[in-house]
């Protein structure tokens, strides 16, 4: 059939597509910009008609029209694999649930193990002239998704880039049931990141071990902003760009000249991501580029994947760390803010890469409008989830400097990361360390 009938035949009102949802279904929403938005209103009218119905998501960068909907819980339960600050606000209301993964593993957990989503809904790009729409704002773990859906339902947003692939960032015609022309809604912009003066501290630390030829990995936030400015403004050239995210910092890295992945041992020239999240630059940038290739994340997070790549620097943030180095970057005793995301992926692909470095990086304490805490505890808080183990993690990095737990014995650790804790709780991490035996009367703090 020609493609653009194929087309006309799949299209219909938004109503009409989610018709074939019923109680008890679960229904999986396209990863980050690519959940519906359009559909799940539709779907949100129909909340006294559906009992049980379970909904999951990544991230929620969208309106969440049916949880809104229905504030008893009987209709409608979001599941997320990575809380949003909407997520937050749920949880608290016991609507919201985390599932935890490592992000890497988000296609092989869809494909496995999770109860497979009977629909399947998301937001594409506009049909190109070989009938594929594309997700490659999101491509993530969609293509999972689908393989089990009994209905793949698609939202048209004209607003939504075509990316390049990559695999698995664009959808055939040929494997959706429904179409939907929504409202075109725009796309959710993050404000640019201003780095504080703490975030500009923390980027020079980590610049001093970038070097030509790098290949890059930076998360969201402050701190990965502030390493992106300073590579701009540095002499280091050649350098490579392979992440789950693709953010703001890389347009900057790339208009100055920085980033020609000439030196990438795998994926040569291209910037690599899984799903993007940033200002209209950006959406604007990623949109038919060829320097750029969207992946499914079992390939952009699979640490086998990464340690091929030599010179990888992965540069994240946590939450805090203990004495032992077990590293916090999702909950706050049982408060849960995020998810494990890639954090686990990148740390564990770039130890293994040749010459490869990971840091976790924090500012040294934690303020509020009434108090200052350390973010280096000697244990975490009862109920905090530990995303990265004290055997994986490598370099956590403050504003006072680096401090790696490769290879340390836990009293060697204890030093270095008293070493980069805030001067002014130096004294009660020493007391503490010593009634934890993991000091020695020979520890130096400089
Ligand atoms: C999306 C990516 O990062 S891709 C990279 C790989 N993935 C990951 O690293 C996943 C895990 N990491 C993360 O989710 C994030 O990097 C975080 C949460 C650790 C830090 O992100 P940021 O945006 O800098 O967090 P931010 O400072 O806004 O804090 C988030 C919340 O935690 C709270 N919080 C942060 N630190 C603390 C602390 N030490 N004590 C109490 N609360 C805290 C903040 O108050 C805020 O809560 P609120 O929104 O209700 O005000
Ligand atoms: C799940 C995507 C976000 C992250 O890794 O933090």
Known sequence: MHLKSEYQNKLVLAEEAVQVIESGDWIDYGFGLTGPYELDKALARRKDELFNVNIRNTLGLWPHFSIDSDPTGEHFTLNTWHFSSAAREFYSKGL??????????????????????RVFMASVSPMDNHGFFSFGVGAAGNMASIENAEYVILEVNENIPRVLGGNQENIHISQVNFVVEGPNPELLTLPATEPSETDKKIAQNIIHKLYDGCCIQLGIGGIPSAVGNLVAQSDLKDLGVHTEMYVDAYIKMTKAGKITGLRKSIDKYKQVFSFALGSQELYEFIDDNPGVAAYSVDYTNNPYIISQIDDFVSINACIEVDLFGQVSSETVGTRHISGTGGQVDFVEGAYRSKNGQSFICMPSTYKTSNQVTSRIKPILAHGTVVTGTRSATHMIVTEYGIANMKGKSTWERAEALINISHPSFRDELIKEASAMKIWRKSNKIK
């Open 96 to 117: 919201a649930y985390y599932i935890p993964m490592k992000f890497n593993e988000l296609p092989m957990l869809t494909r496995n193990d999770c109860i497979p989503a």
